[in-house]
């Protein structure tokens, strides 16, 4: 019965390089977010997808940050030109449908750090 | 902009005795209202949900309110142990879209 799966698990980027942190949600689970913690923060919602859709994006950066779940695969967050105030966890949370009261079941997250 | 506040002291306690961790927002009219465990190196860990029509969820040793009137949870571990050292998040939401505090951390000391 495996969770949600992330990786890497850690990934150190020079700035300006990309990063690509991968997810795979739960079995069955066909809804996707994303979250990002800054230290001594709370995790912020970024982006919100089903498959081979955006559904809310509202958290994501308009520049440099982008996302996708396709038909086939894990869900992908792309991070063009790292900047070091970008160094952070990201996780990945799955849900088997969209409902407001539906858990969420995040992943053990991957941590980004920029030189 | 909504504003959500933890217990800012980390909490240290002896082993079976009651930890309660405070959860306060403003500006914000939630639904729902989530706590999570998250350990060092981990995510998050889905505990418990109350809804605003709930005044009290229990699971086990956990107890959480939700005063709606107060803008505030309240969440219990009772008879705490060792293992329940960890930090404690409140989440609140309308929809899918959660909303974190920064997070309580409990020590309990055996």
């Known amino acids: 019965n495996a969770g949600v799966m992330q990786n890497p698990r850690h990934l150190v980027r020079r700035r300006g390089q990309e990063a690509r942190l991968r997810c795979s949600p739960m079995k069955g689970h066909s809804h996707v977010y994303w979250y990002r913690q800054l230290p001594e923060e709370g995790l912020k919602f970024m982006v919100y997808?089903?498959?081979?859709?955006?559904?809310?994006e509202s958290g994501m950066p308009k520049e440099r940050f982008s996302a996708e779940f396709p038909k086939e695969g894990p869900s992908i967050l792309r991070i063009q030109q790292v900047v070091r105030g970008d160094s952070a966890a990201y996780f990945c949370?799955?849900?088997?449908?969209?409902?407001?009261?539906?858990?969420?079941?995040f992943g053990p997250g991957t941590r980004l750090t920029v030189l | 902009s909504q504003k959500i506040e933890q217990n800012s002291e980390a909490l240290n306690i002896q082993e079976g005795k009651t930890a309660t961790l405070t959860c306060n927002y403003t500006?914000?009219?939630?639904?729902?209202l989530q706590w999570y465990r998250q350990d060092p190196g981990r995510g998050p860990v889905f505990l418990l949900l109350?809804?605003?029509?709930?005044k009290e969820k229990r699971k086990e040793r956990l107890k959480v309110t939700f005063d709606t009137t107060l803008k505030q949870s309240l969440f219990h571990i009772t008879a705490s142990q060792p293992a329940d050292s960890a930090t404690y998040l409140c989440?609140?939401?309308?929809?899918?879209?959660?909303?974190f505090g920064a997070g309580t951390t409990v020590t309990v000391r055996a």
């Open positions: 500006n914000y009219s939630p639904a729902y």
């Open positions: 949370a799955s849900s088997p449908r969209q409902g407001e009261s539906d858990t969420q079941y």
């Open positions: 997808l089903q498959k081979e859709n955006i559904i809310d």
């Open positions: 109350i809804r605003e029509n709930e």
């Open positions: 989440a609140l939401s309308n929809d899918y879209k959660l909303s």
